[in-house]
């Protein structure tokens, strides 16, 4: 069975630091991979997503990742966070099933 | 508006009963999904189902049933089977199927709290 790992378990930082969230997988083979963000009080949400092409994708608020095949990454990235970033970020794999997700960061971004 | 609806929002339940959780979609999408999340473990897999009729188990399916009847309905039930129930579990649904061409952008419901008294 694939498993995805996040690193960071919970990360603080100062409003305009640089973000980057780690996630690895173990799947071999051709995979789709998201971030998917969880703020408080809320539904988890679509980040962003890689199916293929460019492995440098953009989501929504800043955000972006990059897929390195040859090390099975897929980590998160954001130049300046804000204080609204606080949230929980969950990697996720699909290898051809459903979602295989990692056990999620906890972003506080203090003011 | 088109979403996910998880009922009850919260739950609670003495040791040794069965409880449903429903999970009721309006988007016309195929695909459904029952998540469990504990803290420090992310969202793990319960059961899921690509087609009415038809279901899958997930990573974690010991003590959990499920029914696919009607597309836009996914109920889960936790029974006195489920050593550890207490959780938050997550409902979602995809347009597509899965498999290696599909998407798998997940839709979530906002979760049903059960707590095991």
């Known amino acids: 069975a694939q498993s995805v790992s996040q690193h960071n378990h919970h990360v603080i930082l100062s409003e305009a630091a640089s973000l980057e969230l780690g996630c690895n997988y173990s799947y071999g083979g051709t995979v789709n991979l998201f971030w998917y963000v969880q703020y408080p009080g809320q539904h988890l949400q679509l980040l962003l997503k890689y199916f293929s092409g460019d492995p440098l994708v953009k989501g929504i608020k800043g955000f972006e990742a990059e897929f390195i095949k040859s090390k099975f990454s897929f980590n998160l990235r954001k130049p300046s966070v804000q204080w609204s970033d606080t949230a929980e970020y969950f990697c996720a794999v699909n290898s051809g099933r459903a979602l295989t997700f990692g056990s999620g960061t906890r972003l506080q971004v203090q003011p | 508006d088109g979403g996910i609806t998880q009922s009850p929002k919260y739950l609670f339940r003495k040791e040794g009963q069965n409880v449903t959780l429903s999970c009721e979609q309006n988007?016309?999408?195929?695909?459904m999904y029952w998540y469990r999340q504990d803290p420090g473990q992310g969202l793990r897999l319960i059961y899921y189902?690509?087609?009415?009729?038809?279901?899958q188990k997930g990573d974690i399916a010991e003590g959990y049933s499920v029914s696919r009847e009607k597309k836009e309905s996914f109920p889960l039930t936790v029974t006195s089977a489920q050593k550890n129930p207490t959780a938050f579990y997550l409902c979602?649904?995809?347009?597509?199927?899965?498999?290696?061409?599909?998407?798998?952008?997940?839709?979530f419901g906002a979760g049903s709290r059960l707590t095991v008294l």
């Open positions: 979602a649904s995809s347009i597509d199927r899965g498999g290696t061409s599909g998407a798998n952008v997940l839709t």
């Open positions: 189902s690509q087609i009415v009729n038809d279901f």
């Open positions: 988007l016309n999408h195929d695909a």
